[in-house]
């Protein structure tokens, strides 16, 4: 009962690891997922914008629907930017937490084989 107790806290942080990083994978890859439905999004406002002439896009009056679209065509590479590297920074981070979690578990498997062994010696003194 003692050992249990013993192990507990160990084990808990190795939970928190591992729950931690299947979290930051998941949420990596989701936002990975979404970059292939903005890319499309994208393309089919610059295909709208684009189709028109290039006389109608440039006397298009400020604030038109025109220039706003023009501003959305603008943005879009920084969004797609950005879910694409924080998507790859999440996996990361889900990565570097499982391998984390193996050292945890390299750096405590010698500690308790050492106990256990202890206690076989002190069993078998005892016998």
Do not use: C
């Not at 089919?44 to 002439?53: E, G, K, M, N, T």
């Not at 206690?119 to 078998?124: A, D, T, V």
């Amino acid at each position: 009962m003692q050992n249990m107790k013993q192990m507990m806290l160990p084990l808990l942080v190795l939970a928190v690891l591992v729950i931690s990083a299947l979290f930051f994978a998941w949420q990596g890859v989701s936002l990975q997922g979404q970059v292939s439905g903005e890319e499309v999004k994208f393309h089919a406002l610059q295909d709208a914008y684009f189709s028109l002439a290039k006389a109608d896009r440039d006397t298009a009056p400020t604030g038109s629907e025109l220039n706003k679209q023009l501003v959305q065509i603008q943005n879009y590479p920084s969004e797609l930017l950005r879910l694409k590297l924080v998507g790859v920074g999440k996996i990361l981070t889900g990565i570097f937490f499982v391998l984390l979690s193996i050292v945890f578990l390299l750096f405590m498997m010698p500690i308790r084989l050492a106990k256990l062994m202890s206690e076989k010696k002190m069993g078998s003194i005892n016998n």
